[in-house]
């Protein structure tokens, strides 16, 4: 089992009354990845809730016998970015209808601005 922080980034209808959801998550450790990666085009089970999950929740996971690997207790560094320039562009897009251009702007500025301060 594996536990993702995602955006739901679309949501399709199919001609045979089926949906097609598209999640974009942040970066992912390795082990992560691999577990995605393994699930490929398998049938699975999914539970989206639209708030973090509670400490009770983790916790209650944790007890249960089900597979967990490292259920993510606290955000990345880069997480914690990403999330807030995610809530800067919800208030101010700057002109961008696309968080991910953004995203990638903001960043940059972000690199150049250190870069500078390099001798």
Do not use: C
Not at 23 to 47: D, H, K, M, W, Y
Not at 90 to 116: M, P, S, T, V
Request: charged share 30%; aromatic share 8%.
């Amino acid at each position: 089992m594996i536990i993702l922080s995602a955006q739901v980034e679309s949501i399709l209808t199919r001609k045979d009354r089926t949906i097609k959801l598209t999640f974009g998550t942040q970066e992912l450790r390795p082990n992560e990845a691999g577990v995605l990666f393994g699930l490929q085009n398998s049938l699975v089970n999914i539970a989206i809730k639209s708030a973090d999950l509670s400490q009770s929740e983790i916790n209650l996971l944790k007890e249960s016998k089900i597979e967990i690997d490292d259920i993510p207790e606290n955000k990345s560094p880069s997480q914690r970015l990403r999330n807030v320039l995610y809530r800067l562009w919800e208030q101010d897009n700057g002109g961008y209808e696309d968080f991910n251009l953004f995203y990638l702007n903001r960043i940059e500025r972000l690199i150049e601005h250190y870069k500078e301060k390099l001798q």
